[in-house]
């Protein structure tokens, strides 16, 4: 349980100090930061293998991994036209969930081919640096905020902008409700239809199947269809598809209604992020910063749905999802009347 809390933590610790330095040295700057630290990140267990050395290099896996997810996406946004961000962005999250489904099967592959699963991490080392390199040699014009640069004052200015906390405050229940969705989903089937987790675990493979395949339709969806009428519709589709899951008796349904659901939920995210930018753009750098402090709702909500399932039922503990998703919901109507 440590190595991953090594990765997360630095969600918390560091997502608002990232937002100030790229704000003064520039997104792709910090992006390629981020890359390089990774890469790093990557070559201190390939160098010595020990417990220690994988902690250490979690830990600086775990720092790359905030810097880039601060500023890849402000990144994407500049480089997008006014009606391609949200659609851009929920691009970028369908390639990064190809990149995580295929992770796991390439280095696998590699370990079975070479006989030595850490030749891994320098491939992986060499890929980030590369990448860095190359991002580095592109003509990029980014946006340069008209304002005097970032200081922990000028984000905490922005928690006083109500449509702002509105947003942080979904992309915080969204994540939870994701983290909790894939951790819970199981259980809570094998529990109400009296099947194996093996065969309840399916439902997983279907939620992240119609994440996929949602976010690939709101790629090219979202370039077409407003973005604020888009985000009530899927709002709306995750509650009413999540309450029905609880609701619905047969098991073939639900398999249905979890696809639906993942549908509705896929591109919640990319959404949110694109229109809190787009409300203070010369403040996105400080936004971008909130936005991932706010993942750690997916260490929050989680833990809270394990203390109501104890208490009372893993059923009753579905609701802490069915409330997250209603405040999500309340998130699109105030941004359409707003």
Same mark, same amino acid.
């Given at each position: 349980?440590?190595?991953?809390?090594?990765?997360?933590?630095?969600?918390?610790?560091?997502?608002? $100090?990232?937002?100030?330095?790229?704000?003064?040295?520039?997104?792709?700057?910090?992006?390629?930061?981020?890359?390089?630290?990774?890469?790093?990140?990557?070559?201190? $267990?390939?160098?010595?293998?020990?417990?220690?050395?994988?902690?250490?290099?979690?830990?600086?896996?775990?720092?790359?991994?905030?810097?880039?997810?601060?500023?890849?996406? %402000?990144? &994407?946004?500049?480089?997008?036209?006014?009606?391609?961000?949200?659609?851009?962005?929920?691009?970028?999250?369908?390639?990064?969930?190809?990149? *995580?489904?295929?992770? $796991?099967?390439?280095?696998?592959?590699?370990?079975?081919?070479?006989?030595?699963?850490?030749?891994?991490?320098?491939?992986? @080392?060499?890929?980030?640096?590369? +990448?860095?390199?190359?991002?580095?040699?592109?003509?990029?014009?980014?946006?340069? $905020?008209?304002?005097?640069? @970032?200081?922990?004052?000028?984000?905490?200015?922005?928690?006083?902008?109500? !449509?702002?906390?509105?947003?942080? &405050?979904?992309? !915080?229940?969204?994540?939870?409700?994701?983290?909790?969705?894939?951790?819970?989903?199981?259980?809570?089937?094998?529990?109400?239809?009296?099947?194996?987790?093996?065969?309840?675990? &399916?439902?997983?493979?279907?939620?992240?199947?119609?994440?996929?395949?949602?976010?690939?339709?709101?790629?090219?969806?979202?370039?077409?269809?407003? +973005?604020?009428?888009?985000?009530?519709? *899927?709002? &709306?589709?995750?509650?009413?598809?999540?309450?029905?899951?609880?609701?619905?008796?047969?098991?073939?349904?639900?398999?249905?209604?979890?696809?639906?659901?993942?549908?509705? !939920?896929?591109?919640?995210? %990319?959404?949110?992020?694109?229109? @809190?930018?787009?409300?203070? %753009?010369?403040?996105?750098?400080?936004?971008?910063?909130?936005?991932?402090?706010?993942?750690?709702?997916?260490?929050?909500?989680? %833990?809270?749905?394990?203390?109501?399932?104890?208490? !009372?039922?893993?059923?009753?503990?579905?609701?802490?999802?069915?409330? *997250?998703?209603?405040?999500?919901?309340?998130?699109?109507?105030?941004?359409?009347?707003?």
């Amino acid at each position: 349980q440590l190595l991953p809390s090594m990765v997360f933590i630095w969600f918390a610790l560091l997502a608002i $100090p990232t937002g100030i330095f790229q704000d003064r040295k520039g997104k792709r700057f910090t992006v390629n930061t981020g890359m390089v630290i990774t890469g790093i990140g990557m070559l201190v $267990p390939f160098v010595h293998y020990s417990y220690l050395t994988a902690v250490v290099g979690f830990m600086i896996l775990g720092i790359g991994n905030t810097i880039l997810q601060v500023s890849a996406n %402000p990144l &994407l946004i500049d480089i997008s036209s006014k009606n391609s961000k949200a659609a851009n962005l929920s691009l970028s999250q369908f390639v990064k969930a190809i990149a *995580s489904m295929l992770g $796991p099967i390439i280095a696998t592959a590699f370990a079975t081919y070479t006989g030595n699963w850490k030749l891994i991490f320098p491939v992986y @080392a060499a890929l980030s640096f590369l +990448t860095a390199i190359w991002l580095g040699s592109m003509k990029i014009e980014e946006s340069k $905020p008209e304002k005097e640069p @970032a200081t922990l004052k000028s984000v905490l200015k922005m928690f006083k902008v109500k !449509f702002v906390v509105v947003m942080i &405050l979904s992309i !915080f229940f969204m994540v939870g409700f994701d983290v909790a969705m894939n951790s819970n989903i199981a259980n809570f089937l094998s529990q109400k239809f009296s099947i194996t987790i093996e065969k309840a675990s &399916l439902a997983i493979s279907i939620y992240f199947a119609s994440l996929m395949l949602g976010r690939l339709a709101g790629a090219f969806l979202l370039r077409k269809l407003n +973005t604020i009428k888009f985000f009530i519709v *899927s709002a &709306l589709i995750t509650l009413v598809g999540l309450i029905a899951i609880i609701l619905v008796n047969n098991i073939n349904i639900t398999w249905a209604l979890i696809f639906i659901t993942g549908l509705g !939920f896929s591109n919640i995210f %990319p959404i949110v992020f694109a229109i @809190a930018v787009e409300n203070k %753009p010369e403040y996105a750098n400080e936004i971008s910063g909130m936005i991932i402090l706010a993942v750690c709702g997916g260490a929050i909500i989680p %833990p809270i749905m394990g203390l109501i399932s104890d208490n !009372f039922g893993v059923t009753q503990s579905l609701f802490v999802l069915v409330a *997250s998703i209603l405040y999500v919901s309340y998130s699109a109507y105030y941004a359409a009347k707003n």
